[in-house]
């Protein structure tokens, strides 16, 4: 069986909310009322018996930590419906477990939280819908860490749903910059300067101890950035485990061409195991060859050094996640399944 996208699965667990809410007495009018605004609620539907509107933003995360500022985020979208749905109720559909705070904090602001739990009751009442949820979160990775349940930081006197006054960078925008800069020897101090305030960005909470340009106790060898996990999410919470590393490498290409098998074996000169730092992610602007992509597969099969490739494509996806509240890291999962499940002896 071919192995799902994010956007796929993201698409799928949309479907299975929206059938969760047809079972609740909700006929779905999406693509009717929201035919002309590029910036669509993930579902409008309408109470079959007392025909009030309903508005929900759907989102598939693959941890059970929410960093707050995700959640403030999805909360002001939410709000922001009121424009075009002023008499709507609103309604968050979640797939990880959060704590009560969290969801007394947003009912005060007007907004009712379904999470995992809540959703699995009200899937219940269709054991077939029940699979199929299961399933979904399953595959999107969904607990792997086995440690699900809910999320850690509780709000505090930071909750705020309201937008700060001064409107802060968006992914977009990184990826916007990104792709403005001319590919080659020309572009590449602008690449990597955007590259790594990509990763704050997008990771920031997870690392401490960013270094950039570190060099090998020999002086011989260059490292364009290097972190030490300090993982909350269970991506990271598993790749530490799993890999048994405390740091990551992250290698910046900013090259016309796709890399080749001899970046990656460059890059692997960096990895050891037994200095926990097992772990490289190689973002390289046009991605990679078929040569790097089996050489990476060595380096994971051979010496148990895992060595992912992100594109500046795959690099947006995740900035772009990130803006609307989803959840980045299902691009990295779908990554490491890819790289794993096609593992040769």
């Not at 700060?164 to 916007?176: M, Q």
């Not at 799993?242 to 490498?249: A, G, H, N, P």
Request: hydrophobic share 40%; charged share 25%.
């Amino acid at each position: 069986m071919e192995k799902r996208t994010p956007q796929a699965l993201g698409k799928e667990f949309e479907n299975i909310c929206s059938r969760i809410l047809q079972k609740q007495g909700f006929e779905e009018d999406t693509e009717l009322r929201n035919w002309r605004n590029p910036n669509a609620a993930d579902y409008v539907g309408v109470n079959k018996q007392t025909g009030t509107v309903l508005v929900a933003e759907i989102k598939l995360y693959s941890s059970s930590w929410v960093p707050r500022d995700r959640f403030n985020l999805v909360i002001r979208q939410l709000l922001s419906r009121r424009t075009e749905f002023p008499e709507a109720n609103l309604l968050l559909m979640i797939s990880v477990p959060l704590h009560e705070t969290w969801k007394r904090l947003a009912q005060e602001l007007g907004v009712e939280v379904w999470d995992l739990p809540i959703l699995a009751d009200k899937a219940s009442v269709d054991p077939d819908l029940s699979a199929q949820l299961i399933s979904i979160l399953t595959s999107a990775g969904v607990g792997d860490t086995g440690t699900l349940g809910p999320s850690a930081v509780l709000p505090g006197p930071e909750f705020r749903p309201e937008p700060p006054a001064k409107a802060p960078k968006t992914g977009s925008n990184i990826c916007e910059s990104m792709r403005r800069i001319p590919a080659g020897r020309d572009g590449w101090k602008d690449f990597e300067n955007q590259c790594g305030e990509a990763l704050v960005f997008l990771f920031g909470d997870h690392f401490g101890d960013w270094s950039t340009q570190s060099e090998t106790e020999d002086g011989l060898q260059r490292r364009d950035f290097i972190a030490r996990l300090r993982p909350k999410d269970d991506f990271w919470l598993s790749l530490a485990s799993d890999f048994r590393s405390r740091y990551i490498v992250f290698e910046f290409k900013n090259y016309e061409n796709r890399i080749s098998q001899e970046q990656i074996y460059s890059t692997e000169k960096y990895l050891y195991a037994t200095a926990l730092r097992s772990i490289a992610i190689i973002v390289a602007r046009n991605g990679a060859d078929s040569g790097a992509l089996q050489a990476a597969g060595g380096a994971l099969r051979e010496a148990g050094k895992l060595i992912l490739i992100l594109s500046l494509d795959d690099l947006c996806q995740m900035l772009n996640a990130r803006d609307k509240a989803d959840d980045p890291t299902l691009i990295l999962y779908s990554l490491l399944d890819r790289l794993l499940t096609r593992l040769g002896r």
